[in-house]
């Protein structure tokens, strides 16, 4: 690092936080407000090499000129509605599966495009017919959702309490950022029904049943609670709701958290205890992204606290996960012993292109509510590598790449090796957006 730049960060690394980047207002100190924020600008550009307005377009870009026009040429499905995300490099749909985790996800995209960037009515359309689509053709009943159904609506997979109450949260999660501008009572009916049913699942002794994860605790589950939960109380409060999230908050920052080697266990006993054998290893993806989502829900409650815990996690995740010797962060597997089928440390053969989107939000949001350069020192180096590897010339990106940043098929997750994301490519991009907006205008 140049000495000025490593001037400036071990100065701002220090000044920054007391004197008013926060939005914890009350907090800290806020009485040189305007002199900082003037800095923050040049800041930013020493790190990431270009102005926050210039760096806010660059996003833009990606989202309006490369995304959007993927999706529109076959992976919405203008006749019924709904996502397709089995798609050719080109967007050209290759089956007619609908997964419901996409149709959720695609609600929430564009019910986010729409309430926060200029209210255009394409945006409402696709976000209400994809609605519609879910509701109609995949709600089977009491918080239940079919996990496939055909291009039509034609069930493929029903209901599964024993492996997909994460599609069930997801349909939470769309129609928590759905009901924000429908305000229809039907959808917070919805919402509430699918968080009720995916919790009497898994909170089941028999959850995963016949299974060697029978009964099992996933901070996945955790982390998507609070993902839901937090989206609905931005606009909706509710009492019940809310002892939920401390709940689930206490469990991700305490139970999951392992104070012996300071990493977050994926999994643990039905009753919260430690898995033996198990207590050494850390899902990186997983993670590193519930840190976000707890510093975001931290915001919103104003509880500085457990903000600064997960902000310092999430740092710990994202160094210890990263390749020093062909760059890019190791997503999935860590252990911080070495055993008879793994090294210690990460496991550098998938990077996914999701959990660099995990780090990019993380950067940002740390920045903005806190100054801390070292923020925009990983997030230079993060968004330089997405740029290098899952950046393509394709607006949808490619979804793993091996150590060396070369393209490879994600089969042995099952996943089919032509799936599209349409989630955390766009939820970054407008993340990103909707932080530099905050702070340009500040």
Not at 46 to 71: A, N
Not at 268 to 297: C, K, P
Not at 387 to 398: L, V
Not at 422 to 428: E, W
Request: charged fraction near 25%; aromatic fraction near 14%.
């Amino acid at each position: 690092m140049k000495r000025r730049n490593f001037l400036l960060t071990t100065a701002a690394a220090t000044a920054l936080p007391a004197t008013g980047f926060s939005t914890l207002q009350g907090k800290w100190d806020v009485t040189k407000k305007e002199k900082t924020i003037q800095g923050r600008d040049q800041i930013f550009k020493d790190y990431v090499g270009m102005t926050m307005k210039e760096h806010r377009e660059e996003l833009r870009s990606r989202l309006y000129d490369e995304f959007l026009p993927f999706w529109d040429k076959g992976g919405y499905d203008k006749a019924y509605g709904g996502f397709i995300c089995n798609l050719t490099t080109e967007g050209v749909p290759v089956d007619d599966e609908k997964f419901i985790w996409y149709q959720a996800r695609g609600i929430l995209i564009y019910s986010c495009l729409y309430s926060n960037f200029g209210q255009d009515p394409a945006f409402l359309d696709i976000a209400r017919k994809t609605r519609d689509f879910m509701v109609d053709k995949m709600y089977m009943g009491k918080g239940r959702w079919a996990e496939l159904v055909h291009r039509n609506g034609t069930v493929i997979k029903g209901p599964d309490p024993q492996t997909d109450v994460y599609g069930w949260l997801t349909a939470a999660l769309g129609l928590a950022e759905y009901y924000k501008i429908s305000r229809d009572e039907e959808d917070l009916i919805l919402f509430k029904a699918s968080v009720q049913a995916a919790l009497k699942a898994y909170d089941s002794p028999d959850y995963l049943k016949g299974t060697k994860d029978e009964g099992l605790r996933y901070q996945g589950y955790s982390m998507d609670v609070i993902r839901a939960l937090t989206r609905l109380f931005k606009h909706h409060s509710d009492k019940q709701l809310n002892k939920l999230m401390d709940e689930h908050l206490d469990r991700l920052m305490k139970n999951f958290f392992n104070p012996k080697y300071r990493i977050s266990n994926e999994m643990l006993n039905h009753d919260y205890s430690r898995i033996a054998g198990r207590e050494s290893y850390m899902f990186l993806g997983h993670a590193l992204e519930t840190q976000w989502m707890v510093m975001d829900a931290a915001l919103m409650r104003k509880e500085q606290s457990l903000f600064n815990q997960a902000k310092n996690n999430f740092r710990r995740y994202l160094e210890i996960g990263w390749d020093h010797i062909f760059d890019g962060w190791a997503g999935e597997h860590y252990y911080v012993f070495e055993g008879e089928d793994h090294g210690a440390g990460p496991d550098y053969s998938t990077k996914t292109m999701w959990a660099h989107m995990e780090i990019l939000i993380g950067c940002m949001m740390t920045f903005e509510h806190t100054g801390e350069v070292w923020a925009m020192d990983w997030y230079k180096r993060v968004w330089d590598y997405v740029k290098k590897t899952f950046s393509r010339g394709t607006g949808a990106w490619e979804q793993a790449v091996n150590r060396r940043g070369e393209p490879i098929s994600r089969e042995k997750w099952g996943i089919n090796p032509m799936r599209r994301g349409n989630f955390h490519q766009p939820r970054f991009l407008m993340s990103n957006m909707l932080s530099l907006d905050r702070m340009i205008t500040n």
